[in-house]
């Protein structure tokens, strides 16, 4: 059974920082690339960035380049999204996914619950 448990959203000032995690079960850790996605109210869902199942190829959307940063620990079977100089913009829903596959490019079968991020100006 594929698990996926979000944490670490919460409301901050514009300007600050927050750190997502999301514990996978281990099968699913070792075996598949993993990605966040946020949803903004009214918004349909949107990529933010992935990691390859080994860990050596990232992807960050233009949203999230430079301000972002996706990782993975392989001990704890947790992938994380460091979010830096946050914006009202960056307000959504946080979702953490992951597909049966060496690479994060493609669909995503596995989706967590997600994690309310809130961004006050």
């Known amino acids: 059974q594929v698990r996926l448990v979000e944490s670490g959203g919460g409301l901050v000032q514009a300007g600050g920082s927050l750190r997502l995690s999301c514990a996978a079960s281990r099968r699913t850790f070792s075996g598949n690339a993993m990605g966040w996605f946020r949803q903004a109210p009214g918004k349909e869902r949107e990529f933010v960035a992935a990691i390859s199942r080994s860990g050596d190829s990232t992807f960050h959307t233009d949203s999230a380049k430079g301000r972002f940063t996706i990782s993975k620990d392989n001990a704890k079977s947790t992938v994380y999204l460091q979010m830096n100089r946050l914006n009202p913009e960056d307000t959504a829903v946080y979702y953490c996914?992951?597909?049966?596959?060496?690479?994060?490019?493609?669909?995503?079968?596995?989706w967590g619950q997600g994690t309310q991020v809130t961004i006050s100006s």
């Open positions: 996914a992951s597909r049966d596959s060496v690479s994060w490019r493609g669909l995503y079968e596995y």
